[in-house]
């Protein structure tokens, strides 16, 4: 499967940049900035989480033991990739954890985003509405008409991708600190 998967450096940018333009909705994401800081962290660890089902992905190597145990279990996009373990995720630890219910939003947010970004590469997310797998829900998930779909880990997401989303990442920071950072200079 190698060079059908998105890099976890993708992964990781494409969800702080989705968490990060969620911060510019104050109504619906009331946090202070350091708030926002550290709930980033948190999508960023839950944009890497779903590919510990492949022990040479990056979390997988962190997490060597594990991540055999859970590839064993489910194979590589096998559960962790489905539309139901953040749901779980969230129900479960809303329920059992609810003083940390922010941290657990982050978590399956990052973990919702890295299915996304799954679903832009050519070999998509199958069975990603398990159980339900009948009529147009039983095909693969995908975002993109196939061959706008990425071969990741391939050129086109080291020299373009990933260049995209980081200055895109850039961008939202320079639009909301740039100007502080302009008077600050002018200071100097
Ligand atoms: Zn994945």
Not at 128 to 157: D, I, N, Q
Request: charged share 15%.
């Amino acid at each position: 499967m190698e060079g059908d998967k998105m890099t976890f450096r993708s992964h990781i940018l494409l969800g702080v940049i989705a968490g990060y333009s969620l911060s510019y909705m104050p109504n619906i994401v009331p946090y202070s900035e350091a708030e926002i800081f550290s709930m980033l962290g948190i999508v960023a660890l839950g944009a890497v989480a779903p590919d510990v089902d492949e022990p040479n992905s990056y979390i997988g190597k962190k997490l060597p033991i594990f991540s055999h145990f859970v590839s064993g279990l489910f194979g590589h996009r096998g559960f962790t990739h489905f539309l139901l373990f953040p749901i779980l995720l969230l129900l479960g630890g809303i329920y059992f954890f609810p003083s940390y219910k922010e941290y657990i939003y982050a978590f399956c947010f990052g973990v919702f985003m890295h299915q996304v970004g799954d679903m832009l590469t050519k070999s998509g997310i199958p069975s990603y509405f398990f159980p339900f797998s009948y009529g147009p829900l039983k095909h693969k998930a995908v975002l993109l008409p196939y061959p706008l779909r990425l071969k990741t880990g391939g050129k086109v997401e080291m020299f373009i991708v990933l260049p995209l989303l980081f200055a895109c990442l850039m961008f939202m920071l320079w639009g909301k600190y740039g100007s502080i950072i302009t008077t600050q200079i002018g200071r100097i």
